[in-house]
């Protein structure tokens, strides 16, 4: 179904949704883009004004995973120490099953990350045909606190 011409984001909000969401390509302070934008733009239009929130939001939440990945990772090699210092200096199989772990947690960072970016670029581009996107989770608390 199409939507009218008429409640179609202008080109300027399409681009102007569209930044907000790709600025994630910008590891940390890409979250400065969103916010910038949101307090421009706010009384403007509200549909730059949904997505720099929702992405500003998102980013916020990548950074705490961030956060979040990192401590396990952290944590794996104190356990990964520990373990060798327990084990008896003769038995390899545990210390290299230990050492595998902090490997897996890195590269569930790196997919994690992934995620994230793909993720925001799709909505970036979604935002940029004019679509009215939204976060999974993000998109429907980013609306209950516009209506309040």
């Given at each position: 179904m199409d939507?009218p011409?008429s409640t179609?984001?202008?080109q300027?909000e399409r681009?102007?949704?569209?930044?907000?969401?790709?600025s994630?390509?910008?590891p940390?302070?890409?979250i400065i883009?969103?916010?910038m934008?949101?307090v421009?733009?706010?009384d403007?239009s509200?549909?730059?004004?949904?997505?720099?929130?929702?992405?500003a939001?998102?980013q916020?939440?990548?950074?705490v995973a961030t956060?979040?990945g990192?401590?396990?990772?952290i944590?794996?090699f104190?356990l990964?120490?520990?373990?060798i210092?327990?084990?008896?200096?003769?038995?390899?199989w545990?210390v290299l099953a230990v050492?595998?772990?902090p490997f897996?947690?890195?590269?569930?960072?790196g997919?994690?990350?992934?995620?994230?970016?793909?993720?925001?670029?799709?909505?970036?581009?979604q935002?940029f045909?004019?679509k009215?996107?939204?976060?999974?989770?993000?998109?429907?608390?980013v609306?209950?606190?516009?209506q309040?």
């Amino acid at each position: 179904m199409d939507v009218p011409e008429s409640t179609l984001p202008s080109q300027d909000e399409r681009i102007m949704g569209a930044l907000p969401h790709i600025s994630v390509l910008i590891p940390y302070i890409g979250i400065i883009v969103p916010i910038m934008i949101w307090v421009t733009q706010k009384d403007k239009s509200r549909f730059v004004y949904l997505q720099a929130l929702q992405a500003a939001a998102y980013q916020f939440a990548l950074f705490v995973a961030t956060l979040l990945g990192w401590g396990c990772y952290i944590l794996s090699f104190v356990l990964l120490i520990h373990t060798i210092a327990l084990i008896q200096p003769s038995s390899e199989w545990p210390v290299l099953a230990v050492t595998f772990i902090p490997f897996c947690v890195l590269g569930l960072i790196g997919l994690g990350w992934l995620f994230f970016l793909i993720y925001g670029i799709v909505a970036a581009i979604q935002v940029f045909q004019g679509k009215d996107f939204r976060y999974i989770v993000i998109g429907d608390q980013v609306e209950r606190f516009m209506q309040k």
